[in-house]
């Protein structure tokens, strides 16, 4: 018996299990990914809640009710309160690393900061509010909706977007790109003239951040028309952070280019960079959710670089000298990865 | 011109090139011959500077790649089998941007352009280009550094036989005018035939036969055939006693086909006998013999197998 429609479906998984590359991305990486997620958020079986509290103001009264709400246990989740001074609270609000302020005030009452289009905080203020409730002070609590430039939830979002953007439009640009000539064995015709090879690098990494300039621009002018996001900080700041951030996604794109023969391993090489790096690297939740131990190697990630410098520029007010460590660092991702690249480079 | 020596290139233990040894005079046309997988494309991208031999050595111009590669690939003009340029960028701008990497003006893309014969389709697209075009835009682009050596990679594979003559012309053209040489990987007879002065067989990455093709002919397989069906089987002693009979088979009972050194000297009396035994000739063929035969006769293969 040769029935067509079973020859129909059994040459698409005999297609799938002879193409190594497919069982990875269908197997292996969504396993990895769901490991590197529950890293982050599953910790201890619990959602680990992290709160401000601004500590200059600190009564007795207070401080016994902060102790009844670390203490409690019939809490889902878990909630971490760090005393901060008001600066330090909010700057960690900023960056993302708390979504809640808590300020206590004379006689046992709390006022709490927070955006209010921020889902996650709104959750945080009603479970917090319900236990205060039922402390001999009762639920004598402010609201103070956060909705100054520069501390919302919007304001964390957009220079992530921005960072996200440019490694995209990096790797997938210029490596998918290069990839794609390879195939075509265009660049084997290319090398074969007199054509400088540093020059044709150069001009593709020329022209990629000629072309994000206008992507970014575009994102920032929309955020600012729509949710009036502004840079606080120093424009040149703002620039040089830029700068160095597609340099370095260019030298990264150059080293993933390098090799891949066939769509398929460069597709797969390409979307491990830039997926593990967009979940890893704090552009839509903090990652501080991830274990400290995870989170100190995560800060000098080059997206994490970019975004936080972005971050710092234009939610903190900073200027060059606050951000002249996360250039630096981009700087070098560019330079080490196009040196390696070009290298191992595959002309042909 | 070119100087091949003792040159081997094996991929993963298969020898694709074999010890093989060539010197090319300037001002040639020689075709590479063979079937695929004989090697050709392997020897032509050694001299190209694409591949390195694993031994032996290749010098063009008294100058190897190691030494002067910005020198040879000024030298060069080339063709690969089966390029694909960037899908939208029009046939001009595909040759500037190769032009600029000679250093040229895009007055010399426009002179190439005529040349090929692509003036309408400057502005196309090269994705919408016919196979033929295709082929025509990668000669364009070997000859925009009007190159003293043109190595052409199967420039007409695929390709239909108007589309073939086309290009072929674009190259007698070339041959009229200026002094290039000429190496052209194929496994067209007609091609090599056609097109080239020298002719060089290669079978399993070595040299078979090297050679005008007349000489070839000549060392190789002698003589002219004919091919003849007939009525009823004729006589073997008859046959035999044929003048001029290099060999003879036969094809089934009826169809016969006779190795002669002259067909001039040979039929009219194979006819006297044919009429005389009133035996009717249905077929007669007469031909010289093609490269094909000649390959055939050494390989006991044909070329386009």
Same mark, same amino acid.
């Given at each position: ?221 929309? #955020? !600012?028309? =729509? ?10 700041? %703002?620039? +040089? *952070?830029?700068?160095? @951030? ?48 995870? #989170? !100190?190697? =995560? ?10 410098? %972005?971050? +710092? *520029?234009?939610?903190? @007010? ?31 | ?305």
């Amino acid at each position: 018996m040769n029935n067509s429609f079973v020859n129909l479906v059994a040459i698409q998984f005999r297609e799938f299990i002879r193409e190594p590359s497919s069982l990875f991305w269908a197997l292996l990486f969504p396993i990895g990914l769901a490991g590197v997620l529950g890293l982050a958020f599953a910790e201890k079986g619990n959602v680990t809640n992290r709160v401000a509290v601004i500590m200059n103001s600190y009564s007795q009264a207070s401080k016994k009710q902060i102790d009844f709400l670390q203490r409690d246990a019939t809490f889902d989740t878990r909630f971490v309160f760090k005393d901060a001074s008001r600066d330090q609270a909010f700057t960690q609000l900023k960056r993302g690393a708390v979504s809640l302020i808590l300020e206590p005030l004379p006689a046992g009452k709390f006022s709490f900061h927070f955006d209010p289009q921020n889902e996650a905080a709104r959750m945080q203020y009603l479970l917090l509010e319900k236990k205060l409730q039922q402390t001999p002070e009762g639920a004598v609590a402010e609201i103070h909706p956060i909705t100054t430039q520069g501390s919302r939830y919007i304001d964390f979002l957009i220079p992530g977007m921005i960072a996200l953007g440019v490694m995209n439009s990096c790797i997938w640009g210029i490596g998918w790109g290069l990839i794609e000539w390879r195939i075509r064995k265009l660049l084997r015709r290319m090398i074969a003239t007199p054509m400088s090879r540093v020059e044709f690098l150069l001009a593709h990494f020329v022209t990629r951040l000629l072309l994000c300039l206008i992507e970014s621009v575009s994102l920032l002018l929309f #955020a !600012r028309l =729509i949710f009036d996001v502004t840079v606080q900080g120093s424009n040149i700041a %703002l620039f +040089a *952070v830029y700068l160095t @951030g597609v340099a370095a996604f260019g030298g990264i794109a150059i080293l993933v280019a390098a090799r891949p023969q066939k769509t398929q391993i460069g597709s797969g090489i390409i979307n491990m960079v830039t997926l593990s790096l967009m979940i890893l690297s704090g552009v839509f939740f903090n990652y501080t959710n991830f274990p400290v131990w995870a #989170a !100190r190697i =995560i800060q000098f990630l080059p997206l994490t670089l970019l975004a936080d410098g %972005l971050r +710092a *520029v234009c939610n903190e @007010g900073a200027g060059l000298v606050q951000v002249v460590g996360n250039c630096l660092l981009l700087l070098a991702y560019g330079v080490i990865c196009f040196w390696a690249g070009l290298r191992v480079f595959r002309w042909h | 011109m070119i100087e091949i020596s003792s040159v081997t290139k094996a991929f993963s233990g298969f020898r694709a090139i074999d010890n093989l040894s060539l010197h090319i005079r300037s001002g040639e046309y020689v075709a590479l011959l063979g079937p695929n997988g004989a090697g050709k494309t392997t020897l032509v991208e050694m001299i190209e500077g694409l591949q390195k031999p694993d031994s032996g050595t290749i010098a063009v111009m008294g100058k190897t790649w190691k030494q002067n590669p910005a020198y040879l690939r000024n030298l060069m003009g080339i063709s690969l089998q089966e390029t694909r340029f960037i899908d939208k960028l029009t046939v001009g701008e595909t040759l500037d941007l190769f032009g600029s990497f000679y250093g040229l003006g895009k007055g010399r893309s426009r002179e190439v352009l005529q040349l090929i014969g692509l003036e309408e389709k400057g502005r196309s697209f090269t994705v919408n280009l016919s196979g033929g075009q295709r082929q025509k835009l990668a000669l364009g682009i070997a000859l925009l550094n009007q190159p003293p050596l043109l190595l052409l990679d199967e420039p007409t594979t695929g390709l239909d036989p108007n589309a073939r003559r086309e290009l072929w012309e674009i190259l007698m053209t070339l041959k009229g005018q200026q002094r290039t040489t000429l190496i052209l990987t194929t496994h067209y007879m007609e091609e090599a035939q056609y097109l080239c002065d020298r002719i060089v067989i290669l079978d399993r990455g070595q040299i078979l036969a090297d050679g005008a093709l007349s000489a070839l002919l000549d060392s190789f397989a002698k003589g002219e055939i004919i091919e003849l069906e007939t009525s009823h089987p004729m006589p073997e002693n008859t046959l035999q006693a044929l003048p001029g009979l290099i060999e003879w088979s036969q094809e089934g009972t009826s169809k016969i086909k006779l190795t002669v050194t002259n067909i001039t000297l040979t039929l009219p009396i194979l006819l006297d006998k044919l009429r005389s035994l009133t035996i009717e000739a249905v077929a007669i063929e007469c031909r010289k013999k093609t490269l094909d035969d000649l390959f055939v006769a050494m390989t006991g293969r044909r070329l386009n197998e």
